[in-house]
């Protein structure tokens, strides 16, 4: 079966720190694979996309950026954090238009 | 602009009861999930259902995406049960397998 790691489960960070959130992908092969943001309250927003080594897609203008050096891993990162950057962040893969399934989250604070 | 809202955005619920959430969707869909966000964050996929009805339990799901709406039903509730509901759908030319969020039913179920 497949399974979604994430880690650090949190973070806490200075602003103007750098980011690095790692995301890997057990059980499948050639997944496609997204971070998702989801801020205070309820509202989950798709940051990235990737549907293979190397390609990324970005949904939204930010300070973060994304890369995925294997085909099982999705990195999100930062040069300089940002207070706004806090959130809660969720990397999920799928396959085309089909079911997603999500990671257990990065809980992210920027002070 | 293309949506997807949720109702009610809040339910209290006596332990034993049923309910039924709904979500509207702002035009033709090609995948529709329903999650529940645990108190850890974790999102738990409870319907992979772009139509048809399905059941799991004490839960069950209907999409009709002729008329664009899905309802998820919780029968007999449980404390278990509280958490925040997501409906998500992957819009027909949009961004491929990009997921969009509503802004949630907030579930609280009281023994």
């Known amino acids: 079966s497949q399974t979604i790691h994430q880690w650090p489960a949190t973070l806490v960070q200075p602003v103007g720190s750098p980011l690095s959130l790692e995301c890997t992908v057990e059980?499948?092969?050639?997944?496609?694979l997204y971070w998702y943001r989801q801020a205070a309250g309820r509202g989950l927003q798709l940051l990235f996309y990737s549907v293979g080594i190397g390609q990324i897609s970005s949904e939204v203008p930010q300070n973060l950026s994304a890369s995925r050096p294997q085909d099982r891993q999705f990195i999100l990162s930062s040069k300089k954090l940002l207070l706004s950057d806090s959130g809660f962040y969720l990397c999920?893969?799928?396959?085309?238009?089909?079911?997603?399934?999500f990671g257990p989250g990065t809980r992210l604070t920027v002070l | 602009g293309i949506q997807v809202e949720q109702s009610p955005p809040d339910l209290i619920l006596q332990e034993g009861a049923n309910s039924t959430l709904r979500c509207n969707f702002s035009?033709?869909?090609?995948?529709l999930q329903w999650f529940h966000q645990n108190p850890w964050g974790q999102l738990i996929n409870l319907f992979y259902i772009p139509s048809g009805t399905k059941q799991n339990g004490r839960l069950s799901a209907t999409t009709v995406a002729t008329e664009r709406y899905s309802l998820l039903y919780i029968s007999s509730s449980q404390t278990t049960d509280s958490g925040v509901y997501f409906c998500a759908v992957v819009f027909r030319g949009g961004s491929w397998g990009k997921l969009q969020f509503g802004a949630g039913t907030q579930v609280v179920v009281t023994p």
């Open positions: 059980g499948t092969s050639n997944p496609n």
């Open positions: 035009d033709s869909v090609n995948n």
């Open positions: 999920a893969w799928g396959r085309g238009p089909n079911e997603q399934f």
